[in-house]
């Protein structure tokens, strides 16, 4: 896999059957119909009122435990396509009086399947919440609040689950939501907190997409062993031996008394993004009583697989990430294989600030933990490279000055190998050589806290949006005035304004565009959409992308250029465009692309506070001048200016004729005029035509 890998990856497969599934239960309909065998979904009911006598079935007979559903204490129930509504109030364990039982809900071989999910959410509205804090102190070793077992295409959503304490003595630690041996499931906006041990676990599971949940307040006061105290409580664990796939989108992790995210020796790909993790490696023994001194405190403790053979493969995938004020590092390599290797890391658009801490191991001693970045220091051999783009760590620990020789304690940013893709980040790195530290890459950003518009954490733990999506919050979102602002490199993630950002956030758009087009040379009359452009070309990896594209805003008066932004083009023609500043007033829309003829509306629009529509592709009008090409149905813009001089003819040739003498191919060139990711005989027929029609751009 290339180090410009799909930067969502996982994310985006997970994703699309998430999005699919009302698409699927179409189909499925008509099939049943068709056949005569069509069974219809059936929703069920759990209420704190309710009896598990009852038949379930009816908002007005509902059942009163959440376990209800499922084996190996009742029959399962559920079929492909259910629903499960579980009503708000606090549940507590039925299991309180039997010392052995394994979890307060035990779900087992619940199956949906792939267009027909499973089903089991809070219903709208309301907060359903299992408190566990009616259990005794546990005598069996691992408890949970739920585990799943054996299930697949089943999405949980809405739920709330807390207050499971930890045996005794280091005799085994509670688990708040478990995943065992489960596939193709989504939990969605699951919250788990004050658990003795970890919140989320994750074990023997493939194609597994958490979104928008949170675990915080998690520590095992009870350990004794090599970790001690407060050492195993994780927000999130992962620990795979046959994993595949897993999705972390938009999840917290706080105040855990370990680590935010472990996944030490975890198979499969793991991508995260949009995720915060933030005060781990502490307790809070009283609510608002500050911070005990704890467990370890990385932030993503990213682990390398069990399977050594994925020790040249990027398995672990960070996009838009957040870490700040764990104890140890913000974002960590964390150990090697059983055979020795790593793994693969690619890091984009992530921020750290303000990790570590003085008082490492708590007992004021420092750790060689206390870094924003902390990868390449075990199991990477020379040739090996880890990938960081875009990146910002700023502020995290430092005991002494930087560069301290030959052991500096902390640091933004820590790599110990010889070979690292850093391009665009914002550190002066350094790394060893021969047990002496040398600054490299020094083309850093000088970072202060005016870059920001806040530095202030505070309501990062607060309440989500009504979505289930993270706080709107400005810490540590970029100012407009920032050199880091449009500062970036493109790696395949969206972008407000004329290039990506440096760090975890976009700056907001004040104005944004939606527009439809198409450019000629790289549609596909067969599929009704374009090339996947930037794919073909290795400059991305998603079939749904087709290129960059330049928006301009002009006045209407005196033609001058008002606003530009970057936007990337899907295949199916649209396009989000945001402008940093608020414009109110009408202004021509003029498109231009690095083969295609500049192209403007027709008339002036006016944006407005929420994003405008204009659609070219609907007819020639759409365009000044009538300046496009019909293609089937639709408007297309012209394809062949190479130079960007404004006129496709033989001051374009020349570029395309030698490229396409010495077979150029894979590379990001103009001249692929197709955009099928090979300059050949193929683009000259669409260069030949509208040089010989004298096509040329046409504007006020």
């Known amino acids: 896999m290339t180090e ?70 009742w029959s399962n129930i ?125 074990i023997e599971s493939d ?15 009870e350990s004794t062993g090599s970790q001690g105290a407060y050492g195993s409580a994780d927000g999130f664990s992962r620990s795979n031996t046959g994993g595949t796939r897993c999705v972390y989108d938009g999840c917290r992790a706080w105040l855990n008394s370990d680590d935010g995210w472990d996944n030490l020796l975890s198979n499969g790909d793991i991508t995260f993004h949009n995720c915060w993790a933030f005060w781990n490696g502490y307790y809070e023994p009283i609510p608002g009583g500050g911070f005990i001194c704890a467990g370890d405190g990385n932030g993503y403790k990213l682990g390398p697989p069990m399977d050594n053979s994925k020790s040249s493969t990027i398995t672990r995938f960070l996009n838009n990430c957040l870490a700040f004020e764990n104890r140890y590092a913000g974002f960590n390599q964390n150990g090697i294989a ?47 490279a880890f990938t ?24 933004d940013f820590r790599y110990w190998a010889a070979n690292t893709n850093n391009d665009h980040n914002s550190w002066d790195g350094f790394q060893q050589t021969g047990g002496i ?39 540590l979102h970029l100012k407009s005035s920032s050199a880091l602002s449009d ?57 749904a992308e087709t290129d960059i594209i330049t928006v301009e805003l002009h006045d209407p008066a005196t033609y001058a250029t008002i606003a530009t932004a970057n936007g990337i083009l899907n295949n199916d023609g649209s396009v989000y465009v945001g402008f940093i500043t608020a414009l109110t007033y009408p202004y021509f829309i003029a498109i231009k692309h690095r083969n295609t003829i500049e192209t403007w509306s027709a008339d002036p629009v006016t944006p407005g506070n929420t994003p405008l529509v204009y659609d070219f592709t609907t007819a020639a009008n759409k365009a000044y001048g009538d300046n496009m090409i019909q293609i089937d149905s639709v408007w297309e813009m ?17 570029a395309y004729d030698i490229d396409a003498s010495v077979g150029v191919s894979g590379e990001y060139v103009e001249t692929d005029f197709n955009g099928d990711g090979f300059v050949d005989g193929n683009d000259f027929p669409i260069f030949d035509v509208n040089s010989q029609n004298g096509v040329h751009t046409i504007h006020p």
């Open 4 to 73: 410009e890998s799909n930067a969502y990856h996982t994310s985006d497969y997970l994703l699309l059957w998430y999005l699919n599934q009302a698409t699927v239960k179409v189909i499925v309909l008509i099939c049943a119909l068709m056949t005569g065998s069509f069974t219809y979904a059936a929703t069920y009911y759990i209420s704190p009122t309710g009896d598990d006598s009852n038949p379930g079935d009816n908002i007005l007979t509902p059942w009163a435990s959440w376990e209800r559903i499922s084996a190996p204490r």
């Open 78 to 202: 559920l079929q492909a396509g259910d629903v499960v509504y579980i009503m708000g109030g606090v549940y507590q364990s039925p299991h309180t009086t039997v010392p052995s039982e394994v979890a307060a809900c035990y779900w087992q071989d619940i199956n949906g399947d792939p267009g027909n999910y499973i089903t089991i959410q809070n219903y709208p509205g309301e907060n359903p919440v299992l408190d566990c804090s009616n259990v005794a102190i546990p005598t069996y070793p691992n408890p949970y609040i739920i585990i799943m077992l054996n299930c697949s295409y089943v999405h949980v959503k809405g739920l709330h689950l807390k207050n499971l304490r930890q045996v005794c003595c280091d005799q085994g630690f509670s688990r708040g939501f478990e995943l065992n041996g489960c596939s193709n499931c989504i939990l969605e906006q699951i919250e788990v907190d004050h658990i003795g041990g970890s919140g989320f676990l994750c």
């Open 207 to 221: 194609d597994i997409l958490y979104k928008n949940c949170d675990a915080h307040h998690n520590s095992d006061p």
């Open 338 to 384: 059983p055979t020795g290797e790593g793994t693969l890391y690619q890091v984009y658009n992530c921020t750290a600030y303000k990790n570590g801490s003085a008082d490492g191991d708590c007992q004021g001693n420092q750790f060689w933990y206390d870094y924003g970045f902390d990868f390449g220091y075990i199991g990477v051999s020379g040739a090996k």
């Open 388 to 411: 960081f783009k875009n990146n910002i760590s700023y502020d995290n620990y430092l005991p002494h000055p930087f560069p301290a020789a030959p052991n500096p304690l902390g640091s």
């Open 437 to 475: 530290y040398n600054l490299q890459w020094a083309n850093g950003t000088n970072v202060t806290d005016n870059d920001f518009l806040s530095i202030s954490a505070v309501g990062m733990d607060g309440l989500r949006q009504a979505d289930g999506s993270l706080p709107n919050h400005d810490f």
């Open 487 to 543: 500062g970036g490199v493109y790696v395949g993630l969206p972008f407000t304004g004329l290039a990506p950002d440096i760090g975890a956030f976009e700056i907001k758009a004040a104005t944004g565009l939606n527009l439809k087009l198409f450019l000629q040379g790289y549609y596909d009359v067969n599929s009704s959409k374009m090339q996947p452009v930037l794919m073909n070309q290795n400059v991305g990896t998603k079939m």
């Open 638 to 654: 012209y394809t062949g200016d190479f130079n960007q001089d404004g006129f496709i003819d033989a001051n374009d040739f020349a």
